[in-house]
């Protein structure tokens, strides 16, 4: 065979890292609902049932700080998570032997499109127009866990234009990360490149352009960014 791509391949989605150079992204897996006082905002049970599942497109995650405000929605929430990136995977992963694949953590941001959302669960549909739309999972860098250590604690806090949205600590997660990782693995095959949010804590609420969002995790990172209006079809 000449050539071994029919068209030219894509390019691969990565995010800067603290100590330069840049992570490929494989998979993004968000998880649902993992903090107590979140599931009660959003009128679910906070009790510790399994975790769930969903994805967005590697080249959701953006690293340049800017957010364009999808033109499809009317009601874009933020959700400031723990980002954990793996350095290997496979199936049948333990909670003893899930820190062994970390490369490394950041801070991210699950921006939702909430009205989306709610149409989605009336009808028993999918959530990706409303999760896994374009751009929407703002980053900011990731640091090894040399840099970091395996972060069990550490306070969260955004804020929204300079007033606190989201307050709280790693330590209210109902799942823990070696946890996370074992419940995936026995649903996918995990590899290196899979980046995995962990969920939010209470506090989330609508963004309009021009709000500026700030969003840090102790011991982690921080991630910046700017809410713009997204540019329409050409005319």
């Known amino acids: 065979m000449k050539d071994q791509y029919v068209i030219p391949p894509p390019p691969v989605a990565a995010i800067p890292t603290a100590e330069g150079g840049a992570f490929p992204v494989r998979r993004v897996y968000c998880v649902g609902r993992n903090y107590a006082e979140h599931a009660v905002e959003m ?3 906070p009790n510790r049932e399994p975790p769930f599942f969903f994805q967005k497109n590697p080249q959701d995650l953006v690293s340049d700080g800017s957010f364009p405000y999808p033109q499809g929605s009317n009601d874009v929430q933020h959700e400031l998570e723990l980002m954990v990136a793996l350095k290997s995977g496979g199936r049948w ?20 499109c909430r009205d989306l959302q709610s149409i989605a669960k009336e009808r028993g549909r999918p959530w990706i127009s409303a999760k896994a739309f374009y751009r929407s999972a703002p980053c900011g860098v990731l640091s090894p866990v040399a840099m970091t250590g395996h972060p069990r604690n550490g306070a969260m806090e ?31 095959e ?4 899979d980046v ?31 809410v713009v209006g997204e540019q329409g079809p050409p005319r």
């Open 43 to 45: 009128g679910h049970d």
């Open 93 to 112: 992963i333990t909670a003893e032997a899930a820190e062994a694949h970390i490369w490394g953590y950041g801070v991210a941001l699950d921006m939702t």
């Open 158 to 188: 955004l804020r929204v234009s300079g007033k606190v949205r989201q307050k709280g600590d790693l330590a209210q997660q109902i799942w823990t990360v070696p946890e996370i990782i074992e419940r995936l693995s026995t649903e996918f």
């Open 190 to 193: 995990l590899a290196a490149g």
């Open 196 to 226: 995995i949010l962990t969920g939010t804590p209470a506090g989330v609420g609508p963004l309009q352009v021009g709000d500026s969002l700030d969003g840090s995790i102790a011991g982690v990172g921080q991630v910046s960014v700017e």
